[in-house]
């Protein structure tokens, strides 16, 4: 069985507000913590999830998500 092709997920911290955002279309790969600061839980997603991370890559409004 062929390994799924993967989609590497980028998090510029120093541009990220936190407003959440990607947590809410996203829960499992981003995460707010209770110090209200993003968690990333992967730094990599299966390649079937690309529509669902472009959507989450063109809501950042702070464009700190990319591949």
Same mark, same amino acid.
């Given at each position: #069985?062929? %390994?799924? +092709? ?5 998090? %510029?911290?120093?541009?990220?507000? !936190?407003?959440? =955002?990607? @947590? @809410?279309?996203?829960? %499992?790969?981003?995460?707010?913590? @209770?110090?209200?600061?993003? @968690?990333?839980?992967? =730094?990599?997603?299966? %390649?079937?999830?690309?529509? +669902? ?8 409004? #702070?464009? !700190?998500?990319?591949?």
């Amino acid at each position: #069985m062929k %390994d799924p +092709e993967m989609i590497n997920v980028k998090v %510029d911290f120093g541009r990220c507000d !936190a407003n959440g =955002t990607c @947590a @809410a279309l996203m829960p %499992d790969v981003f995460e707010i913590g @209770a110090d209200g600061s993003l @968690a990333q839980l992967k =730094t990599r997603i299966e %390649d079937d999830r690309q529509e +669902e991370f472009d959507e989450v890559v063109l809501c950042c409004p #702070m464009g !700190a998500i990319s591949r």
